[in-house]
């Protein structure tokens, strides 16, 4: 069961995850809740990366062992800017478009490696940059219902790439 857990899990909490972010940006979501998810999330990505160090050394896998050590410094670094009030949005921030831009390096690589869905992983790499680009973008003059367009777009494209994954 937990090796299935393994496999299949990623393609529930991704778009779990980004749901939680788009609500938060509409204050939905208590700052409380916020922080919890980001724990459970640190400790979700600890423990996945730790039981699949070995599976993950090397191919695609090792980008993928990569991407998910990043995660958790961003986790980790949401964590920091959810406790400390100083450096709460520049921490957040970093945080949501890391979370954007590192998985879309992760689905393109992968879409050049795997030649039988390279067009759903590269599509899924664009969507997820697209999201990053479309954040980015709309913070600056900070406008809420476009920042959560571009976390609809990471969603989308993450959980394509992710539930193609877990369909192999």
Do not use: N
């Amino acid at each position: 069961m937990l090796r299935r857990l393994q496999t299949q899990g990623p393609a529930v909490l991704v778009p779990l995850a980004w749901a939680l972010v788009a609500l938060a940006h509409f204050d939905r979501v208590p700052g409380r809740g916020v922080l919890v998810f980001h724990v459970v999330v640190a400790l979700v990505v600890a423990g996945f990366t730790a039981r699949s160090w070995d599976e993950m050394a090397s191919g695609v896998l090792r980008i993928w062992r990569d991407i998910l050590l990043v995660g958790l410094v961003l986790t980790v670094g949401g964590i920091v800017g959810l406790l400390v009030v100083q450096v709460r949005d520049p921490f957040l921030t970093v945080t949501i478009l890391g979370w954007m831009a590192v998985p879309a390096v992760g689905l393109f690589f992968t879409g050049k490696h795997v030649a039988e869905s390279d067009r759903v992983y590269t599509a899924a790499a664009g969507l997820s940059a697209l999201g990053a680009v479309v954040y980015a973008v709309a913070l600056f003059p900070a406008e809420t219902r476009l920042l959560v367009a571009g976390i609809a777009l990471a969603l989308v494209g993450q959980t394509v790439g992710v539930a193609t994954a877990a369909s192999r």
